[in-house]
């Protein structure tokens, strides 16, 4: 008998139902007069309910207790779910059957998907059963993070445990893949090993010479140990070679430690270590050493030469009151010239200034203080200068109103009374000369002073004793009123003390005909005071058009004049000043006794300066198509025009300050930014004498003079120094990609690796997936954007002094970088510049990349230069086969005996 049923059921298996049922027509009828129970004292195999549906229809054979399920059938058991065109489930053997149909095409639709738990698999026919939970599944293809399992008879087992006939992995996605690797005999336990029969490496269906009689690969879903297989290569400097070969150490799920090092055949050897570091909600890191020892290859006086270099980023991710962060880069100034960086690190290979910082900060809560401390290096490898700041502290008090509550109305120049308190202390250490503070001889200056040491722990006492610490304390006050409606007004009051620990003491020594400078220790402070007031409005003025494209141009302008003071302290009764004879002849000279400190010494002479600034915008509406709400679009022509000078009324000549100009704007919706500052001299200069020295400069004799410009018809001066820069920032129309900080652009920092602030949290992320984040956030030099067809990205500045009579000092600078896209999969980048003072172009990168579905094609080249190297990389795009790579590189080394 057959019962017939449209739509869903539900079935169990505590109860057989009997019934004698005849189909006549449309119509069933049914004898329920009889139910029995069978078996029932058996206990059910079957341990919860199972659910299922089909689309088009499902039939059950009370009988032999079958049920068919046809069209887009649903089964769920537990954590086990069955998705396939037909199936069959006969309720006697506890099986159940699931397999495709075809269309008159032939094209096989519903292919039975199998999902246990996490995993899924779709295959062409399969058959479970729900005693045994063993499973015999033909043509079955599995995904495991990011790779593609296929199989042609499987055998899954009660634990799992999957025997595969016939078997191929791979991580690309098609039915037909590119590549696999593919075996005979394949055993998965899940969690722990692949043990596998012969396999060999395919290209589709032809074979290649890389073959193996057997393997066993471990599979933990959590990161594990393992060797990392080293590069190999030669280079005409240092031989052949084995790179990055080593051990990685899966500590725990929070650190792990990647240990590599190099061999070379003449004798060179290196050695990186690399750490990931994270605790969530708290922070995240990596910390990298890496040391190089290079041996030339003169054999009659090799040179040895020993590298190393540190890099460390640690980014907190707490919300609390305190954070550390860091961001380190420091080394041996020969490490970038003995190591080949451009392929790995191009901007890197050719940045000679490095800087590190480390950082921590405190928030006192319920306190309106905050303090911050940093541990400041910078480094520049070209000239060995290393400057440290150890450490530079500062505690700030937030702006207090002490009288807002006092007073009831908030506009009340009372109630914005404020004032806040910061102090800074600093200790900077470096190895660059001694710049001499002063303009005559002084007889015990060291010997060293002069000149760059190094930075060594043979020179620690040179160091120390160059080093500058200090701290100074600031304290400004400030209210702020209402003035004839239209205007306000500032006043303001602000108090500075220096903090020392030692001061300078001066002797005129008339046997030597020079000054002795001696250090004095001890606590030394001295205060200083400055005050004054600005006045400020703003002005609006709109011109409207009655037709045209134009409707109307607006200009805000933003005049102010503003009032300071502070004393001469430079007065000797202030007790920092003080007169110093300098020669036999009784010159005197008024010096500091802080001259050259950290935060040098309060300002020496009166001043009584009337300021006059005046900033403008300027915005045009145009009607604009893209708008369909107002019809218009703003258009910014001028984003800030602005001019400022001064006038000192207490000084007793050159009163008057240079006027400054600056220009900022916009063009075709920020694709064009262009800026102009310049400083234009008020004042005439005569020229006293001009010769020409050995090297053919113009060398000039001059003085400016106390005399405007204007007043002898020559303008309001002369333009002493300028600087222009204009900037393209090009992508194609209705482009939405950011190229604004690519991180692989030279002209926006470090290649190789996102600043800590650029990069995504690891939140709501499995621990497989959090590896593939890091791996995109460290390497993204690997990934190229395949949606834009291009960008351009052009940067030109140019830089004029001139000073009078003397011949304008003229640098220019040009950058360009950008990326084409030739085909959907073939994206070329470029960056250089050109060095108009060398009149050469500076270090060239040249990049291909293509996209071959489930592999990746590089190719890095600098065609000239000193850097002059190429790379090619074909690898496996997923990171589960990262070392399934060819590579072929000859480093700028290849090209020097």
Same mark, same amino acid.
């Given at each position: 008998?057959?019962?017939?049923?449209?739509?869903?059921?539900?079935?169990?298996?505590?109860?057989?139902?009997?019934?004698?049922?005849?189909?006549?027509?449309?119509?069933?009828?049914?004898?329920?007069?009889?139910?029995?129970?069978?078996?029932?004292?058996?206990?059910?195999?079957?341990?919860?309910?199972i659910n299922y549906n089909a689309k088009d229809s499902l039939f059950f054979n009370i009988n032999s207790r079958e049920l068919f399920l046809y069209g887009e059938t649903h089964i769920d058991y537990g954590e086990i779910?069955?998705?396939?065109?037909?199936?069959?489930?006969?309720?006697?053997?506890?099986?159940?059957?699931?397999?495709?149909?075809?269309?008159?095409?032939?094209?096989?639709?519903?292919?039975?998907?199998?999902?246990?738990?996490?995993?899924?698999?779709?295959?062409?026919?399969?058959?479970?059963?729900?005693?045994?939970?063993?499973?015999?599944?033909?043509?079955?293809?599995?995904?495991?993070?990011?790779?593609? !399992?296929?199989?042609?008879?499987?055998?899954?087992?009660?634990?799992?445990?999957?025997?595969?006939?016939?078997?191929?992995?791979?991580?690309?996605?098609?039915?037909?893949?590119?590549?696999?690797?593919?075996?005979?005999?394949?055993?998965?336990?899940?969690?722990?090993?692949v043990v596998s029969g012969p396999f060999n490496m395919r290209f589709r269906d032809v074979p290649t010479p890389l073959f193996f009689p057997f393997g066993m690969f471990p599979q933990p879903k959590e990161k594990s140990?393992?060797?990392?297989?080293?590069?190999?290569?030669?280079?005409?400097?240092?031989?052949?070679?084995?790179?990055?070969?080593?051990?990685?150490?899966?500590?725990?799920?929070?650190?792990?430690?990647?240990?590599?090092?190099?061999?070379?055949?003449?004798?060179?050897?290196?050695?990186?270590?690399?750490?990931?570091?994270?605790?969530?909600?708290?922070?995240?890191?990596?910390?990298?050493?890496?040391?190089?020892?290079?041996?030339?290859?003169?054999?009659?006086?090799?040179?040895?030469?020993?590298?190393?270099?540190?890099?460390?980023?640690?980014?907190?991710?707490?919300?609390?009151?305190?954070?550390?962060?860091?961001?380190?880069?420091?080394?041996?100034?020969?490490?970038?010239?003995?190591?080949?960086?451009?392929?790995?690190?191009?901007?890197?290979?050719?940045?000679?200034?490095?800087?590190?910082?480390?950082?921590?900060?405190?928030?006192?809560?319920?306190?309106?203080?905050?303090?911050?401390?940093?541990?400041?290096?910078?480094?520049?490898?070209?000239?060995?200068?290393?400057?440290?700041?150890?450490?530079?502290?500062?505690?700030? !008090?937030?702006?207090?109103?002490?009288?807002?509550?006092?007073?009831?109305?908030?506009?009340?120049?009372?109630?914005?009374?404020?004032?806040?308190?910061?102090?800074?202390?600093?200790?900077?250490?470096?190895?660059?000369?001694?710049?001499?503070?002063?303009?005559?001889?002084?007889?015990?200056?060291?010997?060293?002073?002069?000149?760059?040491?190094?930075?060594?722990?043979?020179?620690?006492?040179?160091?120390?004793?160059?080093?500058?610490?200090?701290?100074?304390?600031?304290?400004?006050?400030?209210?702020?009123?209402?003035?004839?409606?239209?205007?306000?007004?500032?006043?303001?009051?602000?108090?500075?003390?220096?903090?020392?620990?030692?001061?300078?003491?001066?002797?005129?020594?008339?046997?030597?005909?020079?000054?002795?400078?001696?250090?004095?220790?001890?606590?030394?402070?001295?205060?200083?005071?400055?005050?004054?007031?600005?006045?400020?409005?703003?002005?609006?003025?709109?011109?409207?058009?009655?037709?045209?494209?134009?409707?109307?141009?607006?200009?805000?302008?933003?005049?102010?004049?503003?009032?300071?003071?502070?004393?001469?302290?430079?007065?000797?009764?202030?007790?920092?000043?003080?007169?110093?004879?300098?020669?036999?002849?009784?010159?005197?000279?008024?010096?500091?006794?802080?001259?050259?400190?950290?935060?040098?010494?309060?300002?020496?002479?009166?001043?009584?300066?009337?300021?006059?600034?005046?900033?403008?915008?300027?915005? !045009?509406?145009?009607?604009?198509?893209?708008?369909?709400?107002?019809?218009?679009?703003?258009?910014?022509?001028?984003?800030?025009?602005?001019?400022?000078?001064?006038?000192?009324?207490?000084?007793?000549?050159?009163?008057?300050?240079?006027?400054?100009?600056?220009?900022?704007?916009?063009?075709?919706?920020?694709?064009?930014?262009?800026?102009?500052?310049?400083?234009?001299?008020?004042?005439?200069?005569?020229?006293?004498?001009?010769?020409?020295?050995?090297?053919?400069?113009?060398?000039?004799?001059?003085?400016?003079?106390?005399?405007?410009?204007?007043?002898?018809?020559?303008?309001?001066?002369?333009?002493?120094? !300028?600087?222009?820069?204009?900037?393209?920032?090009?992508?194609?129309?209705?482009?939405?990609?950011?190229?604004?900080?690519?991180?692989?652009?030279?002209?926006?920092?470090?290649?190789?690796?996102?600043?800590?602030?650029?990069?995504?949290?690891?939140?709501?992320?499995?621990?497989?997936?959090?590896?593939?984040?890091?791996?995109?956030?460290?390497?993204?030099?690997?990934?190229?954007?395949?949606?834009?067809?291009?960008?351009?990205?052009?940067?030109?500045?140019?830089?004029?002094?001139?000073?009078?009579?003397?011949?304008?000092?003229?640098?220019?600078?040009?950058?360009?970088?950008?990326?084409?896209?030739?085909?959907?999969?073939?994206?070329?980048?470029?960056?250089?510049?050109?060095?108009?003072?060398?009149?050469?172009?500076?270090?060239?990168?040249?990049?291909?990349?293509?996209?071959?579905?489930?592999?990746?094609?590089?190719?890095?080249?600098?065609?000239?230069?000193?850097?002059?190297?190429?790379?090619?990389?074909?690898?496996?795009?997923?990171?589960?086969?990262?070392?399934?790579?060819?590579?072929?590189?000859?480093?700028?080394?290849?090209?020097?005996?």
């Amino acid at each position: 008998m057959l019962l017939f049923f449209q739509g869903n059921s539900q079935e169990t298996d505590s109860l057989e139902r009997v019934s004698n049922e005849v189909e006549v027509g449309d119509t069933i009828i049914v004898d329920t007069t009889t139910v029995k129970p069978t078996n029932a004292s058996r206990k059910s195999d079957i341990e919860t309910t199972i659910n299922y549906n089909a689309k088009d229809s499902l039939f059950f054979n009370i009988n032999s207790r079958e049920l068919f399920l046809y069209g887009e059938t649903h089964i769920d058991y537990g954590e086990i779910a069955l998705d396939a065109e037909r199936m069959d489930i006969d309720w006697n053997k506890r099986t159940l059957k699931a397999k495709y149909t075809t269309d008159s095409t032939g094209r096989k639709i519903g292919k039975p998907v199998f999902t246990d738990g996490p995993d899924a698999y779709v295959t062409d026919n399969i058959v479970y059963n729900f005693k045994t939970e063993r499973a015999l599944i033909k043509g079955v293809v599995t995904e495991q993070q990011g790779g593609f !399992m296929h199989g042609e008879d499987v055998k899954k087992n009660s634990e799992d445990e999957l025997f595969i006939r016939g078997a191929e992995y791979t991580t690309c996605n098609l039915e037909d893949p590119h590549f696999s690797i593919r075996s005979t005999k394949l055993k998965v336990i899940p969690n722990n090993k692949v043990v596998s029969g012969p396999f060999n490496m395919r290209f589709r269906d032809v074979p290649t010479p890389l073959f193996f009689p057997f393997g066993m690969f471990p599979q933990p879903k959590e990161k594990s140990s393992g060797i990392i297989v080293p590069s190999y290569g030669e280079e005409r400097r240092r031989g052949f070679f084995l790179r990055n070969g080593g051990y990685y150490f899966a500590i725990s799920d929070y650190v792990d430690l990647r240990l590599t090092g190099d061999i070379y055949s003449k004798g060179g050897n290196g050695i990186t270590a690399n750490s990931n570091y994270y605790k969530r909600y708290s922070f995240r890191g990596t910390f990298n050493f890496s040391y190089n020892k290079s041996v030339s290859d003169d054999v009659e006086n090799p040179l040895e030469t020993n590298d190393y270099w540190v890099r460390w980023n640690h980014t907190p991710e707490s919300k609390g009151n305190s954070s550390i962060s860091a961001s380190v880069s420091a080394g041996t100034s020969s490490y970038n010239n003995n190591n080949n960086l451009v392929n790995q690190d191009f901007t890197r290979s050719i940045n000679s200034q490095f800087a590190s910082n480390i950082s921590y900060r405190k928030i006192f809560a319920g306190t309106p203080f905050n303090m911050s401390s940093n541990l400041r290096h910078s480094q520049n490898i070209q000239t060995g200068i290393v400057n440290l700041t150890l450490p530079d502290i500062t505690v700030n !008090m937030n702006r207090i109103y002490p009288f807002k509550d006092v007073v009831s109305s908030s506009k009340s120049p009372l109630a914005k009374f404020s004032f806040s308190h910061n102090f800074a202390a600093k200790n900077e250490l470096t190895n660059d000369q001694v710049r001499d503070p002063f303009s005559f001889d002084v007889l015990n200056r060291s010997a060293k002073s002069d000149s760059v040491i190094a930075f060594n722990e043979n020179n620690l006492n040179e160091i120390f004793r160059r080093s500058q610490l200090g701290g100074k304390h600031t304290i400004p006050i400030s209210t702020s009123m209402n003035v004839l409606k239209y205007f306000t007004l500032n006043p303001t009051f602000n108090y500075q003390e220096l903090w020392y620990i030692k001061e300078l003491r001066y002797e005129y020594i008339a046997e030597e005909n020079g000054v002795r400078v001696d250090t004095v220790d001890g606590f030394s402070r001295a205060g200083s005071w400055s005050t004054g007031a600005s006045l400020n409005t703003r002005l609006y003025g709109t011109a409207f058009f009655n037709g045209g494209k134009i409707q109307a141009i607006r200009h805000v302008m933003t005049p102010s004049v503003s009032f300071s003071y502070s004393p001469d302290f430079s007065d000797t009764k202030y007790g920092v000043y003080s007169d110093v004879q300098i020669d036999s002849l009784g010159n005197t000279q008024r010096v500091s006794k802080y001259q050259g400190f950290a935060f040098g010494s309060p300002p020496g002479g009166e001043s009584k300066t009337i300021g006059l600034s005046l900033s403008n915008n300027i915005e !045009m509406k145009v009607a604009s198509k893209k708008d369909t709400v107002t019809g218009f679009k703003k258009v910014k022509l001028f984003e800030n025009l602005g001019l400022s000078s001064g006038y000192n009324l207490a000084a007793d000549s050159f009163k008057l300050s240079n006027i400054n100009i600056n220009a900022r704007t916009s063009l075709f919706d920020g694709k064009v930014s262009l800026n102009f500052t310049g400083s234009i001299d008020p004042y005439e200069y005569l020229l006293i004498s001009e010769t020409t020295n050995s090297s053919g400069a113009k060398v000039v004799n001059q003085r400016r003079l106390n005399r405007f410009t204007w007043n002898n018809g020559n303008g309001i001066g002369k333009l002493s120094s !300028m600087t222009t820069a204009v900037s393209f920032n090009l992508s194609p129309k209705g482009s939405k990609r950011n190229t604004s900080a690519l991180p692989s652009d030279p002209l926006n920092g470090d290649q190789g690796i996102i600043p800590p602030e650029d990069q995504v949290g690891f939140d709501g992320y499995s621990d497989f997936e959090r590896q593939q984040v890091q791996h995109i956030q460290n390497n993204p030099e690997q990934y190229v954007d395949f949606n834009v067809p291009w960008t351009l990205r052009m940067q030109y500045s140019i830089n004029r002094n001139k000073r009078g009579f003397q011949e304008a000092s003229i640098r220019q600078s040009f950058q360009f970088s950008g990326t084409l896209g030739l085909t959907d999969k073939t994206q070329i980048t470029f960056n250089s510049g050109y060095d108009f003072e060398a009149k050469d172009f500076t270090t060239t990168r040249v990049g291909v990349t293509r996209d071959l579905h489930c592999w990746t094609m590089n190719f890095d080249w600098v065609p000239f230069g000193r850097y002059q190297s190429y790379f090619l990389s074909i690898r496996v795009k997923s990171s589960v086969l990262q070392d399934l790579k060819l590579e072929k590189r000859r480093s700028f080394f290849d090209f020097f005996n």
